[in-house]
């Protein structure tokens, strides 16, 4: 690792970008959420990422206690008919939804990378 671009630098940066863990110049995505099979500037085989259903975890937790605590307030501090609620939280839930899925999808898969993570596996005993 010598030369990164100047925000890619951190893993987190990096995966935030939706950037190659390993280069921080490569693209990780192609398409909204796809990966791409590896790296195009340094090679990196892309196969261990599995970021599971940890990205939509930290969104719908994140997501829904913003969406949920904002028309609670509302509510209980105006109360506005039940079209405003739809108007103003339906929008907000699609935007903080989809908006952070694709870089916490980069960043756990750039955490990931860093901290080796993988799938546990069964040690043989007599083999090292
Ligand atoms: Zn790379």
């Not at 990196?44 to 937790?61: K, M, R, T």
Request: net charge neutral.
């Amino acid at each position: 690792m010598t030369d990164h671009a100047p925000t890619g630098d951190l893993p987190i940066g990096r995966g935030l970008l939706g950037r190659c863990p390993r280069c921080g110049e490569g693209h990780l995505f192609h398409g909204f959420l796809d990966l791409r099979p590896s790296c195009e500037k340094c090679g990196l085989d892309y196969g261990f990422a599995d970021a599971g259903d940890g990205p939509a975890v930290f969104v719908i937790l994140i997501g829904g206690f913003i969406v949920v605590f904002a028309a609670l307030a509302t509510e209980f501090a105006y109360q506005p008919p039940y079209w405003v609620h739809a108007v103003l939280w339906l929008p907000l839930a699609l935007i903080l939804t989809l908006g952070p899925l694709r870089p916490i999808k980069g960043l756990l898969i750039a955490l990931q990378y860093h901290h080796k993570a993988r799938e546990g596996r069964l040690e043989r005993r007599g083999e090292n």
